[in-house]
Protein backbone atom coordinates (compact mmCIF):
# COMPACT_ATOMS: atom_id res chain seq x y z
CA UNK A 1 0.00 0.00 0.00
CA UNK A 2 2.86 2.36 0.45
CA UNK A 3 2.65 5.04 -2.04
CA UNK A 4 -0.89 4.27 -3.37
CA UNK A 5 -3.57 7.29 -2.77
CA UNK A 6 -6.75 6.03 -1.55
CA UNK A 7 -5.46 2.69 -0.50
CA UNK A 8 -6.86 0.27 2.30
CA UNK A 9 -6.74 -3.17 3.75
CA UNK A 10 -9.09 -5.38 5.07
CA UNK A 11 -8.35 -8.70 7.24
CA UNK A 12 -10.10 -11.17 9.21
CA UNK A 13 -8.64 -11.10 12.61
CA UNK A 14 -10.71 -13.70 13.86
CA UNK A 15 -14.48 -14.89 13.92
CA UNK A 16 -15.48 -12.07 15.29
CA UNK A 17 -12.26 -9.61 15.07
CA UNK A 18 -12.37 -7.75 11.33
CA UNK A 19 -9.62 -4.79 11.32
CA UNK A 20 -9.62 -2.47 8.83
CA UNK A 21 -6.89 0.56 7.63
CA UNK A 22 -6.52 3.00 5.06
CA UNK A 23 -3.25 4.85 3.57
CA UNK A 24 -5.35 8.00 4.48
CA UNK A 25 -8.71 9.13 6.15
CA UNK A 26 -10.01 8.38 1.89
CA UNK A 27 -8.77 4.98 2.27
CA UNK A 28 -10.76 4.26 5.59
CA UNK A 29 -13.35 5.79 4.34
CA UNK A 30 -13.28 3.04 1.24
CA UNK A 31 -12.57 -0.02 3.74
CA UNK A 32 -15.92 0.42 5.49
CA UNK A 33 -17.72 0.91 2.10
CA UNK A 34 -16.54 -2.54 1.04
CA UNK A 35 -17.27 -3.73 4.26
CA UNK A 36 -20.38 -2.57 4.19
CA UNK A 37 -20.86 -4.16 0.47
CA UNK A 38 -20.44 -7.59 2.05
CA UNK A 39 -22.94 -7.30 4.19
CA UNK A 40 -25.91 -9.47 3.22
CA UNK A 41 -28.80 -7.26 3.64
CA UNK A 42 -31.57 -9.85 4.78
CA UNK A 43 -29.93 -11.70 7.49
CA UNK A 44 -26.68 -9.18 8.15
CA UNK A 45 -24.13 -11.55 7.70
CA UNK A 46 -20.47 -10.03 6.52
CA UNK A 47 -18.84 -11.95 3.28
CA UNK A 48 -15.47 -13.09 5.08
CA UNK A 49 -12.78 -11.65 3.01
CA UNK A 50 -9.05 -10.73 2.86
CA UNK A 51 -8.72 -7.36 0.45
CA UNK A 52 -5.76 -5.22 -0.16
CA UNK A 53 -6.79 -2.44 -2.46
CA UNK A 54 -5.90 0.44 -4.48
CA UNK A 55 -7.01 2.88 -7.49
CA UNK A 56 -5.12 2.85 -10.85
CA UNK A 57 -7.08 5.76 -11.65
CA UNK A 58 -7.21 8.03 -8.48
CA UNK A 59 -9.84 10.12 -10.26
CA UNK A 60 -13.01 8.46 -11.59
CA UNK A 61 -15.81 10.59 -12.75
CA UNK A 62 -19.67 10.83 -13.31
CA UNK A 63 -21.56 13.53 -14.98
CA UNK A 64 -24.52 15.22 -13.30
CA UNK A 65 -27.68 15.76 -15.29
CA UNK A 66 -29.12 18.64 -17.17
CA UNK A 67 -31.31 20.20 -14.88
CA UNK A 68 -34.90 21.17 -15.69
CA UNK A 69 -36.06 21.93 -11.94
CA UNK A 70 -34.99 22.60 -8.47
CA UNK A 71 -36.20 18.52 -7.62
CA UNK A 72 -33.95 17.22 -10.38
CA UNK A 73 -31.06 19.41 -8.86
CA UNK A 74 -31.82 17.81 -5.31
CA UNK A 75 -32.08 14.54 -6.63
CA UNK A 76 -28.35 14.90 -8.35
CA UNK A 77 -27.29 16.09 -4.77
CA UNK A 78 -28.79 13.85 -2.22
CA UNK A 79 -27.12 10.83 -5.12
CA UNK A 80 -23.78 12.35 -4.49
CA UNK A 81 -23.73 10.25 -0.85
CA UNK A 82 -24.48 6.84 -2.80
CA UNK A 83 -21.27 7.81 -5.76
CA UNK A 84 -18.64 8.27 -2.89
CA UNK A 85 -20.20 4.54 -1.47
CA UNK A 86 -19.28 3.29 -5.09
CA UNK A 87 -16.38 5.31 -4.36
CA UNK A 88 -16.52 7.77 -7.44
CA UNK A 89 -14.61 10.77 -6.49
CA UNK A 90 -15.06 13.60 -9.11
CA UNK A 91 -18.45 15.18 -10.46
CA UNK A 92 -18.83 17.02 -13.49
CA UNK A 93 -21.43 19.93 -14.03
CA UNK A 94 -21.53 19.53 -17.54
CA UNK A 95 -22.44 22.92 -20.23
CA UNK A 96 -25.57 20.82 -21.28
CA UNK A 97 -28.49 22.20 -19.74
CA UNK A 98 -31.30 23.53 -21.14
CA UNK A 99 -30.88 27.04 -21.35
CA UNK A 100 -29.03 27.24 -24.55
CA UNK A 101 -28.07 30.55 -23.59
CA UNK A 102 -24.34 29.28 -21.59
CA UNK A 103 -23.10 32.90 -21.38
CA UNK A 104 -26.07 34.09 -19.20
CA UNK A 105 -26.10 31.15 -16.25
CA UNK A 106 -29.44 30.41 -15.05
CA UNK A 107 -30.57 31.00 -11.11
CA UNK A 108 -31.17 26.98 -11.35
CA UNK A 109 -27.70 26.67 -12.78
CA UNK A 110 -26.26 28.73 -9.74
CA UNK A 111 -28.36 27.22 -7.16
CA UNK A 112 -27.52 23.67 -8.61
CA UNK A 113 -23.59 24.42 -8.58
CA UNK A 114 -23.57 26.29 -5.06
CA UNK A 115 -25.60 23.20 -4.05
CA UNK A 116 -23.46 20.28 -5.30
CA UNK A 117 -20.11 22.25 -4.26
CA UNK A 118 -21.48 22.53 -0.79
CA UNK A 119 -21.94 18.87 -0.35
CA UNK A 120 -18.37 18.22 -2.00
CA UNK A 121 -16.58 20.62 0.55
CA UNK A 122 -18.34 19.01 3.26
CA UNK A 123 -17.73 15.64 2.47
CA UNK A 124 -14.20 15.45 1.24
CA UNK A 125 -15.35 12.85 -0.92
CA UNK A 126 -15.68 14.26 -4.20
CA UNK A 127 -14.10 17.02 -6.53
CA UNK A 128 -16.51 19.60 -8.17
CA UNK A 129 -15.95 20.12 -11.81
CA UNK A 130 -17.75 22.21 -14.22
CA UNK A 131 -17.59 22.20 -18.33
CA UNK A 132 -18.30 25.30 -20.26
CA UNK A 133 -18.46 25.10 -24.25
CA UNK A 134 -18.39 28.33 -25.59
CA UNK A 135 -20.15 27.21 -28.63
CA UNK A 136 -23.11 25.96 -27.22
CA UNK A 137 -25.41 28.59 -28.46
CA UNK A 138 -25.07 27.17 -32.09
CA UNK A 139 -26.84 24.54 -33.79
CA UNK A 140 -24.94 21.46 -33.99
CA UNK A 141 -21.99 21.86 -36.64
CA UNK A 142 -23.53 24.69 -38.03
CA UNK A 143 -22.37 25.77 -41.62
CA UNK A 144 -20.15 29.15 -41.17
CA UNK A 145 -22.51 30.47 -43.84
CA UNK A 146 -25.94 29.89 -42.28
CA UNK A 147 -24.81 32.08 -38.85
CA UNK A 148 -26.56 35.04 -38.35
CA UNK A 149 -24.87 38.31 -37.35
CA UNK A 150 -26.29 38.38 -33.83
CA UNK A 151 -25.26 34.79 -32.97
CA UNK A 152 -22.17 34.77 -34.75
CA UNK A 153 -21.06 37.72 -32.46
CA UNK A 154 -22.12 36.44 -29.51
CA UNK A 155 -18.92 34.74 -28.50
CA UNK A 156 -15.38 35.46 -30.70
CA UNK A 157 -12.13 34.01 -29.06
CA UNK A 158 -10.39 37.76 -29.86
CA UNK A 159 -12.75 39.48 -27.88
CA UNK A 160 -11.73 40.32 -24.63
CA UNK A 161 -15.57 41.12 -23.32
CA UNK A 162 -15.82 37.19 -24.59
CA UNK A 163 -12.79 35.94 -22.56
CA UNK A 164 -14.50 37.67 -19.18
CA UNK A 165 -17.64 36.18 -20.09
CA UNK A 166 -16.24 32.86 -20.31
CA UNK A 167 -14.43 33.48 -17.22
CA UNK A 168 -17.54 34.69 -15.64
CA UNK A 169 -19.19 31.48 -16.57
CA UNK A 170 -16.54 29.51 -14.33
CA UNK A 171 -16.05 31.80 -11.58
CA UNK A 172 -19.78 30.20 -11.08
CA UNK A 173 -18.22 26.75 -10.00
CA UNK A 174 -14.72 27.91 -8.66
CA UNK A 175 -16.29 30.09 -6.22
CA UNK A 176 -18.44 27.49 -5.22
CA UNK A 177 -15.37 24.74 -4.54
CA UNK A 178 -14.62 23.22 -7.88
CA UNK A 179 -11.43 21.93 -8.54
CA UNK A 180 -11.46 21.11 -12.07
CA UNK A 181 -12.70 22.70 -15.09
CA UNK A 182 -13.24 21.81 -18.47
CA UNK A 183 -12.53 24.23 -21.53
CA UNK A 184 -15.37 22.26 -24.57
CA UNK A 185 -14.87 22.64 -27.99
CA UNK A 186 -17.11 19.76 -29.20
CA UNK A 187 -19.95 19.40 -31.25
CA UNK A 188 -21.16 22.99 -31.86
CA UNK A 189 -18.17 24.33 -33.43
CA UNK A 190 -19.31 25.74 -37.47
CA UNK A 191 -17.57 24.12 -40.13
CA UNK A 192 -16.96 25.34 -43.16
CA UNK A 193 -17.31 23.86 -46.62
CA UNK A 194 -19.10 20.20 -47.22
CA UNK A 195 -17.39 18.74 -44.54
CA UNK A 196 -18.80 18.88 -41.21
CA UNK A 197 -15.86 18.01 -39.52
CA UNK A 198 -14.18 21.17 -41.06
CA UNK A 199 -14.36 23.37 -38.06
CA UNK A 200 -13.65 26.47 -38.38
CA UNK A 201 -13.45 30.18 -37.32
CA UNK A 202 -16.65 32.15 -37.91
CA UNK A 203 -15.66 35.74 -37.72
CA UNK A 204 -13.63 37.97 -40.36
CA UNK A 205 -11.70 39.45 -37.11
CA UNK A 206 -10.64 36.16 -35.83
CA UNK A 207 -9.70 35.11 -39.24
CA UNK A 208 -7.45 38.09 -39.41
CA UNK A 209 -6.29 37.72 -35.67
CA UNK A 210 -5.37 34.28 -35.85
CA UNK A 211 -5.45 32.55 -39.09
CA UNK A 212 -6.62 29.32 -38.18
CA UNK A 213 -9.05 27.97 -35.63
CA UNK A 214 -5.99 26.01 -33.86
CA UNK A 215 -4.32 29.25 -33.00
CA UNK A 216 -7.42 30.66 -31.57
CA UNK A 217 -8.28 28.46 -29.38
CA UNK A 218 -4.88 28.03 -27.96
CA UNK A 219 -4.97 31.80 -27.32
CA UNK A 220 -7.58 31.24 -25.10
CA UNK A 221 -6.24 28.36 -23.63
CA UNK A 222 -3.31 30.02 -22.66
CA UNK A 223 -5.42 33.14 -21.56
CA UNK A 224 -7.49 30.61 -19.56
CA UNK A 225 -5.11 28.94 -17.83
CA UNK A 226 -3.04 31.92 -16.78
CA UNK A 227 -6.01 33.68 -14.97
CA UNK A 228 -7.00 30.32 -13.68
CA UNK A 229 -3.44 29.46 -12.38
CA UNK A 230 -3.70 33.16 -10.63
CA UNK A 231 -6.89 33.05 -8.89
CA UNK A 232 -7.38 29.84 -8.14
CA UNK A 233 -4.18 27.88 -7.57
CA UNK A 234 -4.34 24.39 -7.66
CA UNK A 235 -7.16 24.02 -10.18
CA UNK A 236 -6.79 21.36 -12.41
CA UNK A 237 -7.55 23.03 -16.06
CA UNK A 238 -8.80 20.47 -19.22
CA UNK A 239 -9.46 20.78 -22.82
CA UNK A 240 -11.82 18.88 -24.84
CA UNK A 241 -10.74 19.16 -28.65
CA UNK A 242 -13.27 19.32 -31.62
CA UNK A 243 -12.10 16.01 -32.54
CA UNK A 244 -12.01 14.13 -29.63
CA UNK A 245 -13.10 10.72 -31.04
CA UNK A 246 -10.95 8.32 -33.33
CA UNK A 247 -14.13 8.77 -36.07
CA UNK A 248 -14.10 12.55 -35.97
CA UNK A 249 -9.94 12.13 -36.50
CA UNK A 250 -10.32 10.27 -39.14
CA UNK A 251 -13.20 12.65 -40.53
CA UNK A 252 -11.28 15.78 -40.05
CA UNK A 253 -8.67 15.66 -43.50
CA UNK A 254 -5.71 16.12 -41.03
CA UNK A 255 -7.19 18.96 -39.39
CA UNK A 256 -6.10 17.97 -36.11
CA UNK A 257 -2.59 17.33 -36.77
CA UNK A 258 -3.25 21.52 -36.92
CA UNK A 259 -3.88 21.35 -33.10
CA UNK A 260 -1.04 19.01 -31.96
CA UNK A 261 1.87 21.01 -34.16
CA UNK A 262 -0.16 24.41 -32.24
Known amino acids: MQGKPQSYFIRNVTDQIIFLFGSSP???Y???ATLVQLIEDKDFI???ANIIDYPDFTG????????NNETEVKEDVANLSWMSLWKLNKTYVGYGQPNKQWFNPTDLYKSGVRQAGSYCNKSGLINLAV????YYHFNSEMSVDSIPDKMRYTWTHGDPNSLTVLKNVFKVGLDSGARCIMLMSDDFLPHEGDLHKNYSL?????KT???????AQASVINNLYKWVSDNYPGTRFEFCPPWYLN???????ARLNSILLT
Open 202 to 206: YTQED
Open 46 to 48: IQS
Open 131 to 134: MVNP
Open 30 to 32: YAV
Open 247 to 253: EFVDKSR
Open 60 to 67: RSFLLAAW
Open 209 to 215: SFINLQN
Open 26 to 28: IGD
